[in-house]
């Protein structure tokens, strides 16, 4: 088996041309430091807008997949082709906001790279269900119950541990047999997989997996300990290994609203 990673990067129709940019010079900035082949995933995207994000990447070894499906199945839907294309592989996954901040930030990863560990830069205990019974401004009465209701029955109420599925290091086979079977439809469905009662996390813990955050500080983090990475929402996630976009968010928020979403995520202040 080999040790080679693919780095699977998207770009959708969905985003600017400056997530690719801004993935473009961090990759250049931010060496990974571990042998991998750079995968560029483009989905739904028409000629024109592939050749101007082409031109983007001139100048760094890559290999481009082109999506094949005209729908939008969300990240997802695109990691079960590249999966199935790239099989008995590691894919190191990364959405259209995500980046590496840190120097070696794949080497690190390696370091705890096993077909039965699952790899995360960031994860969350937060909950839909739990935070279902805010009411959203303008919201009927009526919505707001029926929210309350679905999400109960598809999300556990918190502390519901996941990892976050911005960007994490899985074995493709396994990722494969494992969506194969989901409806990835609507952005419920994308939620679902991240955090319902079914997904990737409780998936892989019912089959013994180990599901891990690495830090840039080289330490992994089991599921009890999530939080002590410091790597979302906690402290000031300056060992975050990798940027997307709820990361950056967090940082933007003050001092107040920080408390409420730390709170949120982890059930602390």
């Avoid at 088996?1 to 990067?9: C, G, L, P």
């Avoid at 019912?206 to 999530?226: E, Q, R, T, Y």
Wanted: hydrophobic share 35%; glycine share 2%.
């Amino acid at each position: 088996m080999s040790k080679e990673i693919i780095i699977a990067y998207l770009s959708s129709v969905y985003v600017s041309e400056k997530c690719i940019k801004k993935f473009v010079k961090n990759y250049k900035k931010f060496k990974p430091g571990h042998k991998h082949k750079l995968v560029i995933c483009f989905k739904q995207l028409d000629t024109d807008k592939i050749q101007r994000r082409l031109k983007i990447l001139k100048g760094i070894k890559h290999e481009i997949f082109i999506d094949s499906k005209n729908i939008n199945d969300y990240d997802f839907g695109t990691l079960q082709r590249v999966c199935l294309k790239f099989k008995n592989k590691f894919i190191f996954w990364l959405n259209d906001h995500s980046y590496p901040v840190k120097n070696n930030w794949l080497k690190i990863f390696s370091n705890y790279m096993n077909k039965k560990n699952i790899l995360a830069s960031s994860a969350s205990y937060s909950s839909h269900y739990s935070n279902s019974f805010t009411r959203q401004k303008n919201q009927s009465i009526i919505n707001f119950v029926i929210k309350i209701i679905y999400a109960f029955f598809n999300f556990p109420k918190f502390p519901n541990p996941h990892f976050r599925t911005t960007n994490f290091l899985i074995y493709s086979n396994y990722f494969y047999d494992y969506i194969i079977t989901k409806k990835i439809i609507s952005k419920i469905h994308a939620h679902k997989i991240e955090s319902g009662y079914q997904s990737l996390t409780n998936y892989f813990i019912k089959k013994n997996f180990d599901i891990l955050v690495v830090n840039s500080s080289g330490k992994s983090f089991a599921i009890n300990d999530f939080h002590k990475s410091e790597t979302f929402a906690y402290n000031k996630f300056s060992k975050c290994l990798l940027s997307d976009k709820q990361t950056r968010n967090f940082s933007k928020l003050n001092t107040s609203e920080k408390k409420k979403r730390r709170k949120q995520i982890w059930g602390i202040k």
